[in-house]
């Protein structure tokens, strides 16, 4: 049973990079201001460079830290005489017992009165800290220590941090914040024979910091009696899906306690949003704390949080609008309640009561009408229901929820209402939009959009960041939401220095995911480097969003979207260089009583070479009749080279296939010998894809 649990988790948090990192601490610093991360993820050895979004931020250094591996009893207790007496105020080094016989080495060992405060405090947490086996993650297991300087002219805001390693590999985005506030940061790893620390602070200020198991962090302040003040904090925004954890999230809790400890002011989310806003009103003069902790005293490396204090009411929330071509955007103030509105339209209204708003609009029978709800998509609290009644008042359609791809940090992007509308008759029709829970107010808006069927999509990419083979080629995948029921082909095309899309750059029609390939040139100095990818159908073009496609909870698969799409080049892989489709083949048309043959040319393999020519996870209705493995050129016993061979798949498409179609990647399973210093072969087996291929079924 253990063995089974362990595999699940794994494969929960399996990371979709070779270096994925999970949580950062502290997620931001000040402008001006020197800043030491610490780094957790999964697969990093070898990083040794950081990549960040914007200007104004200098990386000092990068270091991976090594396994710190178990000291006997002691060894223990000579490192811990030593931090004691670092602690009292003697930092040399003590005098090595006799022997040493089975003491484990590592670097910070011969030298704990010089780390720095990140290396002092990943080495206190693990000799002082109990192991519990059941919260240990794989996924944020490893650690690297990284040094920013922040100028003081560096652009306030929002960054994206990235590790890179050798070989060209580039980690998924975590989000950096550039302040302008004072920041605080709770206090280091603390021996446990030093005196706890509760920092102090003053409004406005920044305060960082992270929930270990059954953790509650506390920050001491002064108010004045009346004095209001707003603590507004980001943690599940810092890291929206946990794979290995129910729910899936940081469930932060903010708590403000007087001078006799009790509550005085509570708050566990914001609306939707499970990161909470707290607004506290000073009962009297005095001190009080401000104590974060889980909502289930939950608590690991990745609860990370940044909390902004400032005085005063909460900021405004950040509101964005929806753009659909073809539809005008129309403040709802500016219409009157008997205005009557023609498709083409998209308003702007606030829910002003419990009973919700009315539109009325005028449509011709046989026409389609789109009406769509844009609120939680955008910020909004509002979880909508819409219906539509005819001139006599009768209920013909309603809504409260519409599926749609799970794509954004929004757990509920469902909410927003859908109705495809066939008109039934020529006439006036009235449509109404209410919070299922009858809430209302300045903070309850929405977006109401009448239209007729407008062609147009969404498309993300699962990954934001990907290592492209050199000469080679390297598979991408994208998920597509289709609206109003677009169903056409989609043309990619990738704006990059040195990496194109190689083979089919189609998303076919009525596909909703599908993988293209990409093709690098060679090793340019400027790499990683951001890229664009622009989509075009139906006459609708749109940027593909870059995403990574992350676990919630070890069951639900959503796409957090990033702000950049990033590549690096990295050395191409034995043997691509001997394999390619014979002719470049982009499209291949399969009626169901055709079949079409591909081939790929082999070259310049050694004679104990062999191939394989694979199609990698096929749909039910494309068949092969016949395909072969071959041994490729070697040389015959008359001393004459053979011409270069050929691997060859013949396919056929059943009767189901008839008007489907499918991105097809195929890969060559290389194996040959190769000799080892000692004298002997090694067998080398090697996966390589080839350009992707745009197979429809046909007629």
């Not at 040139?521 to 622009?534: D, Q």
């Amino acid at each position: 049973m253990k063995t089974f649990l362990f595999w699940i988790l794994i494969a929960a948090v399996m990371p979709l990079y070779a270096v994925h990192i999970g949580f950062m601490m502290p997620s931001g610093a000040q402008q001006g201001s020197s800043v030491e991360l610490i780094i957790g993820g999964q697969k990093l050895h070898g990083v040794n460079d950081v990549c960040i979004s914007g200007n104004g931020i200098n990386v000092e250094y990068v270091e991976y830290v090594k396994g710190i591996p178990h000291p006997d009893s002691k060894q223990r207790q000579y490192l811990y005489r030593w931090l004691k007496n670092i602690h009292c105020g003697d930092p040399r080094k003590p005098p090595l017992p006799e022997s040493t016989e089975g003491w484990r080495f590592h670097p910070w060992f011969d030298r704990m009165n010089e780390l720095s405060d990140g290396e002092r405090d990943i080495v206190y947490r693990f000799l002082f800290v109990r192991q519990n086996s059941l919260q240990i993650s794989p996924a944020i297991s490893g650690r690297v220590l990284v040094r920013l300087n922040i100028a003081p002219d560096a652009a306030p805001g929002e960054r994206e941090l990235r590790l890179v390693a050798r070989g060209g590999q580039v980690s998924n985005p975590l989000k950096f914040f550039v302040g302008t506030l004072p920041e605080r940061r709770e206090p280091y790893f603390t021996v446990p024979f030093a005196k706890p620390h509760i920092p102090k602070f003053s409004v406005p200020a920044v305060l960082n910091g992270q929930i270990m198991p059954g953790e509650c962090d506390r920050f001491i302040f002064t108010a004045q009696k009346g004095e209001k003040i707003t603590f507004s904090a980001l943690g599940r925004y810092l890291m929206p899906f946990i794979g290995d954890g129910v729910p899936g999230h940081f469930q932060m809790v903010l708590e403000v306690l007087d001078a006799a400890g009790g509550t005085v002011a509570y708050a566990d989310d914001h609306y939707f949003d499970p990161d909470p806003v707290l607004t506290f009103t000073a009962p009297e003069n005095g001190t009080y704390t401000l104590l974060i902790r889980d909502a289930l005293y939950r608590g690991r490396e990745d609860f990370v949080y940044r909390i902004t204090a400032h005085s005063g009411d909460p900021e405004p929330p950040k509101r964005s609008t929806p753009h659909i071509p073809g539809c005008k955007l129309i403040n709802a103030d500016d219409l009157s309640e008997s205005t009557v509105l023609a498709p083409g339209i998209m308003v702007r209204e606030t829910l002003k009561n419990a009973t919700g708003n009315t539109r009325k609009f005028r449509a011709k029978r046989g026409e389609t009408v789109m009406l769509e709800v844009y609120a939680r998509r955008h910020g909004s609290p509002t979880d909508a229901f819409m219906q539509i009644t005819d001139s006599r008042g009768k209920i013909i359609a309603h809504n409260d929820d519409s599926p749609r791809l799970k794509a954004g940090s929004i757990l509920h992007g469902a909410a927003d209402p859908l109705i495809r509308f066939t008109v039934p008759a020529d006439g006036i029709y009235t449509v109404k939009v209410a919070d299922v829970t009858g809430k209302s107010g300045s903070d309850y808006f929405y977006f109401l959009r009448i239209s007729k069927p407008v062609d147009h999509f969404d498309i993300y990419t699962v990954k934001s960041a990907s290592s492209v083979n050199r000469n080679g080629w390297t598979p991408i995948t994208l998920a597509v939401q289709r609206h109003d029921g677009f169903t056409g082909e989609i043309k990619l095309k990738l704006r990059c220095p040195d990496i194109s899309i190689a083979g089919s750059d189609t998303i076919p029609a009525g596909v909703e995911r599908s993988t293209v390939t990409l093709y690098a040139r060679n090793i340019a100095k400027n790499f990683p480097a951001a890229a664009v990818m622009e989509a075009s159908g139906g006459g609708f073009t749109t940027r593909v969003i870059p995403g990574d496609e992350m676990m919630q909870a070890f069951a639900y698969t959503h796409i957090a979207p990033a702000k950049y799409l990033m590549f690096a080049i990295q050395r191409s892989q034995p043997g691509m260089d001997k394999f390619c489709w014979k002719k470049p083949i982009i499209r291949i048309i399969l009626d169901t009583d055709k079949t079409v043959t591909a081939l790929v040319s082999c070259r310049n393999n050694p004679p104990d070479a062999e191939a394989e020519l694979i199609m990698i996870d096929p749909p039910a209705w494309l068949k092969i009749r016949s395909g072969k493995t071959l041994a490729p050129a070697g040389t015959l016993k008359s001393g004459r080279k053979e011409p270069p061979r050929q691997l060859k798949m013949t396919l056929f498409a059943t009767p189901d296939g008839k008007g489907k179609a499918v991105n097809q990647l195929f890969k060559i399973v290389y194996k040959f010998n190769r000799r080892q210093k000692n004298g002997t072969d090694k067998k080398i087996i090697q996966e390589i894809i080839l350009p992707a291929i745009l197979i429809e079924g046909g007629k």
